[in-house]
C-alpha cells in the first residue's frame, strides 16, 4: 500500500501500516478485477476496503487452499483460531487482524457482520449442496452480502445508510452468483455445488449429471437450460444493485460502478461461450478492462477535483481518526 493512502486515512502507526499492506498484497494477488476497481477510491478509502477485503480473502484461503495434507479438521482449527484473534483482538497474531480490527473501529462496523460472515465459512467446511434457495441464501447472506454492509459506511452515502443497504447487499449477492456459475468446475473439484439443488431438479440437473459434465468437458442441454435460468436471476440482481449507486457519495460512484459492469460482464463471457464452463474460466478480456477502468478512472478523477454544493451529510461514514488506542 502507497505511503500516499496510508497517510490520507491518518494510519501512522508502523504496525499498522504493515497489516494494511498485508492485506492490499492479498488482493492483488487474488482479485484483479476488484483490485482495479479499488484504484478508482480516494486514496483515504483505499486502505479501510482493502482491509476487509483482505480478511475476507484471509478466511478463503484456509478453506479452499490446496494441500493433500491439510484436512478438514486442519481447516476447521484454523478458521476457529481465526475468529478467536479477531474476537479477542489478538492483532499480533495475524498479518490481516491488525487492520481489519482498525477499519471496523474507525467505521463502527456492528460485529453481526462479522459473526454472519464466519457462520458462512463454517459452512463450506460441513456442507457442499443446498436444497433451496432459502438454504443458499442463509450462506451468501454471510459471504457476500455482509460485505458489501460492511464496506458501505467506507464508501458513504448520501442519503441515510438503511435506504442504501439492501443495494449494497443485492451488489454482494450479485457477485458471488456470479462466481457460482463461473467456478462450477473448480468448486466440484473440492466436491461443493453452490446452485440450488431444486432449481436445478426442474431441468433435471443433479450432482450426478454435473459429475458427467465435468468429467466429459461438456455441458448438457439440460445444464445448460439451468445455468441459463440461473444467469437470468443474477442479471436481475445486478440490475436492482444498479439503483444504488445513486445513493453513495459522489467520489465512490465510480469505483463501484466499474466493479458492477466488470463483474457482471463475467457473465456475458459465460453466456457467450453457450454456458462451457468446465475446462475454461470466463475472463473479461485485458483490453476489456482497461477501457473500463481508464473510463472510470477519468470519471473519478473528474469527481475528487470537482467543488461539491454544500449539502447535510445525513449517512456519510465517519471521517478516519489518527490511530484509535485499538478496537472496542
Known amino acids: 500500500m502507497t505511503r500516499k493512502e496510508l497517510d490520507a486515512a491518518h494510519i501512522h502507526d508502523p504496525a499498522l501500516r504493515r497489516s494494511y499492506r498485508a492485506c492490499r498484497d492479498l488482493n492483488a494477488r487474488h482479485g484483479k478485477t476488484f483490485f482495479l476497481a479499488t484504484r478508482l477510491l480516494a486514496p483515504d478509502q483505499r486502505p479501510a476496503i482493502h482491509a476487509l477485503y483482505g480478511f475476507a480473502r ?39 487482524l491488525a487492520a481489519v480490527a482498525h477499519t471496523a473501529d474507525i467505521y463502527r462496523l456492528p460485529s453481526e457482520l462479522f459473526e454472519a460472515f464466519f457462520e458462512s465459512m463454517r459452512m463450506d467446511l460441513s456442507i457442499t449442496d443446498y436444497p433451496d434457495r432459502a438454504a443458499l441464501d442463509r450462506y451468501v447472506h454471510g459471504s ?8 458501505l459506511p467506507v464508501l458513504g452515502t448520501i442519503a441515510p445508510r438503511d435506504e ?37 431438479a426442474v431441468y433435471g440437473v443433479d450432482r450426478e449429471l454435473l459429475h458427467w459434465c465435468r468429467d466429459h468437458r461438456r455441458t448438457d442441454p439440460r445444464l445448460r437450460r439451468a445455468l441459463a435460468h440461473q444467469h437470468a436471476l443474477t442479471r436481475a440482481r445486478y440490475r436492482y444493485a444498479h439503483r444504488g449507486i445513486a445513493l453513495l457519495e459522489p467520489r465512490s460512484r465510480p469505483c463501484v460502478a466499474t466493479a458492477l459492469t466488470l463483474y457482471s460482464e463475467i457473465l456475458d463471457r459465460v453466456e457467450d461461450s453457450d454456458f462451457a464452463v468446465f475446462g475454461r474460466r470466463a475472463r473479461v478480456p485485458l483490453p476489456r478492462r482497461i477501457t473500463v477502468g481508464t473510463t472510470g478512472l477519468v470519471t473519478a478523477w473528474c469527481t475528487r477535483h470537482t467543488p461539491a454544493r454544500p449539502r447535510p451529510h445525513r449517512g456519510s461514514a465517519p471521517q478516519p481518526v489518527a490511530d484509535p488506542v485499538g478496537p472496542r
Open 164 to 200: 442504501a443497504a439492501p443495494f449494497a447487499a443485492a451488489l454482494g449477492y450479485a457477485f458471488q452468483l456470479t462466481n457460482f456459475l463461473r467456478d462450477i468446475d473448480e468448486d466440484l473439484a473440492r466436491g461443493r455445488i453452490y446452485l440450488p439443488a431444486d432449481e436445478l
Open 58 to 96: 484471509r478466511a478463503d484461503d484456509i478453506l479452499d487452499a490446496p494441500g493433500p495434507d491439510l484436512d478438514m479438521e486442519e481447516r476447521t482449527a484454523r478458521l476457529e483460531t481465526l475468529v478467536h484473534r479477531f474476537r479477542h483482538h489478538d492483532v499480533d497474531a495475524d498479518p490481516a
Open 144 to 151: 457476500a452480502e455482509v460485505i458489501g454492509l460492511q464496506v
